[in-house]
């Protein structure tokens, strides 16, 4: 058994971020990485928009960065995931991977969220060169370009809209005869010139030789009228939606529908003393990296008040 201030859980944006505010407040934090180091950022090319990096940065590095600014101010940064937590009454325990147990003061979750894919074997193929899971992280990317976006729901809209304005050119693919978007996402995107809406198709393949050059659709799949469309696209955007990874939390915290992490009152605090969330495992509306290192910086603050006040 290890006694410990602070555990951080999670190593994007959010986790680092927490780290080096945890660890330069003497918390002497130790931080897990979980099964994907840096977060959903290491599956990006190039990040242009985080404040700092004028010419971009590549995704990896940053994370490397981040990191290594942890390290230097004393986090003990831990390959392994958290696999359990008994959050009952602080301190609180937590077992990782390999079976250790940690007793924690306090406790900042930032696990992040994974995108939901279409579970096509292309989509890997074509990670980071063309395909996509963030609209805003990579749409200036295909700047007079023609793109797909996968989806027919608020965030679907939302990604085609933004695209719009980038691109020459923006399929919306919806595997439904209608969409499941606001009525007001839905007049919106029906009355942008240059989307074009393709009711009733689903996706069953990319092609392409040097990167992404298109799709193969299947248009009204199981009817009679079936019919296989290839259309041609430099960028597949998808946006069906993300799974929060806050499982392991869900008997101790409150989630919302989709399983994001309720904060109180807007702050990183949680309905449990001690335990604080940041990044996107609660965060189902902005999902940047920078608003996700606001939140890890708040969550330690919070940690360290909390611990002071004790």
Same mark, same amino acid.
């Given at each position: ?14 986790? !680092?971020?927490? @780290? ?6 003497? $918390?002497?934090?130790? *931080? ?8 959903? $950022? ?5 990040? *242009? ?5 004028? *010419? ?9 960065? $981040? +990191? ?23 301190? !609180? ?6 079976? +250790? ?41 295909? +700047? ?46 029906? *009355? +942008? ?64 529908? &989709? ?12 309905? $449990?003393?001690?335990?604080?969330? @940041? ?9 940047? &990296?920078?608003? @996700? ?5 708040? &969550? ?8 002071? @006040?004790?």
């Amino acid at each position: 058994m290890e006694t410990t201030k602070c555990v951080i859980i999670g190593s994007g944006p959010a986790g !680092y971020t927490a @780290a080096i505010y945890a660890s330069r407040a003497n $918390l002497q934090p130790i *931080e897990y990485c979980g099964l994907q180091p840096g977060g959903q $950022l290491t599956q990006t090319t190039e990040v *242009e928009n985080f404040p700092g990096y004028p *010419e971009g940065v590549d995704g990896n590095q940053m994370m490397m960065d $981040l +990191r290594q600014q942890a390290e230097r101010f004393g986090t003990d940064i831990r390959d392994g995931e958290i696999m359990k937590a008994d959050l009952s009454a602080p301190p !609180y325990h937590l077992w990782d991977d390999s079976g +250790r147990e940690l007793v924690a003061d306090t406790v900042i979750i930032a696990t992040g969220a994974s995108a939901k894919y279409l579970g096509l074997p292309d989509e890997q193929k074509y990670m980071g060169m063309g395909v996509s899971a963030c609209a805003t992280c990579d749409g200036f990317f295909y +700047r007079k370009k023609t793109v797909a976006v996968v989806g027919g729901g608020d965030t679907a809209c939302e990604d085609a809209l933004y695209l719009s304005g980038i691109c020459q050119k923006v399929y919306l693919i919806v595997r439904k005869p209608f969409l499941r978007a606001s009525k007001v996402m839905q007049q919106r995107v029906a *009355e +942008r010139e240059n989307i074009e809406i393709l009711f009733e198709h689903n996706t069953i393949g990319l092609f392409g030789e040097n990167g992404l050059e298109g799709a193969h659709l299947v248009k009204r799949r199981g009817e009679p009228d079936e019919q296989q469309v290839d259309i041609a696209i430099d960028g597949f955007f998808l946006a069906i939606g993300h799974k929060p990874n806050t499982d392991i939390f869900k008997q101790w915290l409150p989630t919302d529908e &989709a399983g994001y992490l309720k904060k109180v009152d807007g702050t990183p605090r949680t309905q $449990l003393p001690g335990i604080f969330v @940041a990044g996107d495992c609660a965060d189902p509306v902005y999902r940047q &990296a920078i608003s @996700a290192a606001g939140t890890g910086c708040q &969550a330690a603050i919070e940690a360290e008040r909390y611990l002071m @006040a004790k």
